[in-house]
């Protein structure tokens, strides 16, 4: 009996080397057809969140180490890294010249940074961050950064000459937590976290018009100053928050345990009274949503023109949900990829006419897999212009070595929060000429950590978390780890 159990894992042992394409023989762009999709792990360990769990540890680890936690657990906060509050344009290739403040560039000035420390945060670690901007009955438009901190969030505007103005925080709702998430529809801020018992909290930004906070931030409370709270998600857990403005739904994703009958997939609030959010259904099948866009879609699958979708990625494979009813939502296609590790976010082209997607695995470059086997960043191109069949047609491979996180696109630019790397923006306008990714090219970036300059980066956790592109100033703030919020402004001519 132990012969044959012998002699049956090394058959499986050679069926699966086999199964997976050598690293001396990487396939090329546009090969998609004959890749074999092998992902990192077993079917059972994606599903059981083993995989999840694992570059939770990893991040948490990385955190421990640049928050320089000692065994009395105390914050020693980083030493050198000042406040920038002057414009400092990208000159020779480099922004500053103070020792750890300064930052490898192209075509991207820094027009103001500002720690995390200065923007009212005691644990002093960044994660996600997402734009407001209001404009006055006569048309006086003010622009707001939401900055996402272990222990809560913090207000800033960014001034026009793109200096920020700390306005105040609102606290965690329970605990602190490395992972907080927030979206906005209308004028009110929906934001989540992986803190147990946390919830939605819903957040009126009008709060923030008020000039006297320029001078006199605001610890806003989580007892009075939210609008609502919404305490349905199964244990209060989401790892991140969806927007679809459209439809008035914010999704809360990755909402453990994934034994729960909604299975961590999309969970679907109405918010449309958001003094009285509502539970509108979920999407249970094909488990676990790590990330997701939702929106209408508008492109060349006429099937569903008027449709609304969710492009979501799901750790082992990048699915497309019909969710026009949230009651009864169902999967248009499942679909897996060449050297999948972790599919993590991503976000179509153009929103108008929905034809191709990029997607980021958070864990290729890592763990050197397929195109990332040289750990520089490479973010997938698919084509979408058929939802029932997706295709796989290039990459992009930065010329960096780095892990990449979130991205979004405007104007056919993609902006990379690629962690240690920085902000690295890719222009893929392209793609509907040649969706390999040949012709995409980096127009411009922003090193936010130096540390690792001397070797081309290093893929490990740190820097930047996340952008935000879309204020019509043009100014692009990015939220770091350890650091704080940089704001940018692209210089470049294309």
């Known amino acids: 009996m132990q012969l044959r159990l012998g002699v049956a894992l090394v058959s499986l042992v050679v069926a699966l080397v086999s199964a997976s394409p050598p690293k ?38 990385a955190v421990d180490k640049m928050r320089g936690v000692n065994s009395a657990g105390i914050f020693e906060p980083r030493e050198g890294i000042k406040p920038i509050a002057q414009f400092t344009p990208c000159v020779d290739g480099y922004a500053g010249k103070e020792v750890n403040n300064t930052y490898a560039c192209r075509n991207l000035d820094l027009y103001s940074f500002t720690p995390h420390a200065d923007m009212g945060s005691t644990d002093r670690v960044g994660s996600d961050v997402w734009g407001w901007a209001h404009t006055s009955d006569g048309g006086v438009t003010r622009e707001f950064g939401l900055v996402a901190q272990m222990d809560g969030t913090a207000f800033v505007e960014v001034l026009a000459n793109g200096q920020i103005a700390y306005l105040g925080r609102l606290a965690t709702q329970t605990v602190s937590s490395i992972w907080r998430d927030i979206k906005v529809i209308g004028n009110y801020a929906y934001i989540g976290s992986e803190a147990e018992g946390h919830g939605i909290q819903v957040f009126d930004l009008l709060k923030l018009l008020d000039v006297s906070l320029v001078k006199s931030p605001k610890n806003f409370s989580i007892h009075t100053d939210l609008t609502a709270h919404y305490d349905e998600l199964p244990i209060g857990r989401s790892h991140n928050v969806v927007a679809h403005a459209a439809k008035n739904l914010i999704v809360a994703v990755g909402s453990v345990p994934r034994t729960d009958i909604c299975a961590a997939g999309l969970i679907f609030i109405d918010v449309t009274d958001p003094s009285s959010p509502k539970s509108a259904g979920c999407a249970a099948a094909d ?53 999948v590790s972790y599919s993590h976010q991503g976000w179509v082209i153009d929103e108008k006419n929905q034809t191709h997607l990029l997607l980021n695995d958070e864990d290729d470059e890592v763990e050197s897999r397929g195109w990332a086997e040289d750990q520089k960043t490479v973010t997938y191109i698919w084509d979408i212009t058929d939802l029932e069949h997706p295709v796989l047609t290039g990459y992009y491979k930065s010329p960096a070595v780095s892990i990449d996180h ?29 969706p390999t990714g040949a012709g995409f090219f980096e127009a411009a970036f922003f090193d936010v950590h130096p540390e690792d300059d001397d070797v081309n980066g290093v893929a490990e956790y740190g820097g930047a978390w996340s952008v935000y592109p879309y204020f019509e100033s043009g100014y692009l703030i990015v939220n770091t780890l350890e650091r704080g919020l940089f704001v940018l402004k692209y210089a470049g001519s294309t």
């Open 287 to 339: 488990g676990y949503v790590h990330d997701a866009q939702c929106l209408i879609y508008y492109g060349p699958h006429t099937k569903y023109n008027g449709t609304d979708v969710c492009y979501s990625f799901n750790e082992d494979s990048f699915t497309i949900y019909n969710v026009s009813d949230p009651a009864e939502p169902f999967i248009i296609s499942t679909t897996s990829y060449y050297g």
């Open 24 to 61: 001396s023989d990487v396939l090329n762009r546009g090969e998609e057809k004959p890749f074999i999709h092998v992902p990192l792990a077993p079917t059972d360990d994606y599903k059981s969140g083993k995989v999840h769990e694992m570059l939770m540890e990893k991040m948490m680890a």
């Open 406 to 434: 979130n991205l979004y696109v405007l104007n056919g630019l993609c902006y990379e929060s690629n962690y240690n790397s920085g902000l690295r923006v890719v222009n893929v306008s392209s793609v509907t000429k040649d």
